[in-house]
C-alpha cells in the first residue's frame, strides 16, 4: 500500500520567514495531495491540495509543489504569522478514496 | 452550513467495556470515512463507506472494531471489549469528490 513520509517533524521560524514542509509518497499511481492544517484540540482543516496533472499550486501565501518522477511534493508558507503555528499533515490518494497520511510537523512560528 | 458534528467530545471507559461513537456527516455527502489518530501520529484509515456500496474494512485493527453506516448519512463506530491501547482521537470525515471535511474527533481513553 501507498507510505508517505513526512519531514521536518517540529520546525520554529521567526515570523516573516518562510516554511517548507517536504513528504514523499510510494505508490506512483496516487494522484491526489492534500494538506492539512490541525489546531490543539480541532479536526484537521484542508488549506490547499494538488492534483497529479499540475506541478504548482499558489494560494495567497501558501503553495505546493510536486514532482512526479521523485515522487515527492511540498508545502511553502511566506511571510509566516503567529497564527500559522498548528500540526500540518500531508496526505495522498487514489482519486476518491482513503487518505494515506504523513505523520505531521509542529510548526511553531515566534513572534 | 452545518459541518461534521462528532459525539461524544470526550470518552472515558475502563478496559473490556463497549464504546460507540457518532458521525454526522455533511448533508449531500456521499463518502463517509473513520480514521484514528494516536498520540503523536498520524492520522491511520480505519473504515469508508461510499454510496450504497459494501465498506471497505481494511483499515480496522482487529475484529473487536465494527462501523455502520444508516441510511447513507450518520455513522456509528463500535470498539467492543476495548484495550488500553485503543485509547486515541477518533476522527470522522464527509466528503462528496476528493476534498474530505473532518469532523473534531472523539478523544476515547480507556483506563
Known amino acids: 500500500g501507498e507510505n508517505v513520509e513526512q519531514h521536518p517533524s517540529t520546525l520554529s521560524v521567526q515570523e516573516g520567514d518562510s516554511a517548507v514542509i517536504k513528504c514523499t509518497y510510494s505508490d506512483s499511481a496516487s494522484n491526489y495531495f492534500p494538506w492539512y492544517k490541525q489546531e490543539l484540540g480541532k479536526g484537521p482543516q484542508l488549506i490547499i491540495d494538488i492534483r497529479s496533472n499540475v506541478g504548482e499550486k499558489k494560494d495567497q501565501r501558501i503553495a505546493v509543489t510536486l514532482n512526479k518522477t521523485a515522487k515527492h511534493f511540498s508545502l511553502h508558507i511566506t511571510e509566516t504569522q503567529p497564527e500559522d503555528s498548528a500540526v500540518y499533515f500531508c496526505?495522498?490518494?487514489?482519486?476518491?478514496?482513503?487518505?494515506?497520511f504523513g505523520k505531521g510537523t509542529m510548526l511553531l512560528v515566534s513572534p | 452550513g452545518a459541518g461534521v458534528s462528532q459525539s461524544p467530545s470526550n470518552k472515558v471507559t475502563e478496559k473490556g467495556k463497549d464504546v460507540e461513537l457518532r458521525c454526522d456527516p455533511i448533508s449531500g455527502h456521499t463518502a463517509l470515512y473513520w480514521y484514528r489518530q494516536s498520540l503523536g501520529q498520524g492520522l491511520e484509515f480505519l473504515i469508508y463507506?461510499?454510496?450504497?456500496?459494501?465498506?471497505?474494512k481494511s483499515g480496522l485493527p482487529s475484529d473487536r472494531f465494527s462501523a455502520e453506516r444508516t441510511g447513507g448519512s450518520v455513522s456509528t463506530l463500535t470498539i467492543q471489549r476495548t484495550q488500553q491501547e485503543d485509547s486515541a482521537v477518533y476522527l470522522c470525515a464527509s466528503s462528496l469528490e476528493y476534498e474530505q471535511f473532518f469532523g473534531p474527533g472523539t478523544r476515547l481513553t480507556v483506563l
Open positions: 496526505a495522498a490518494s487514489k482519486g476518491y478514496s482513503t487518505l494515506t
Open positions: 463507506f461510499q454510496g450504497n456500496s459494501a465498506p471497505d
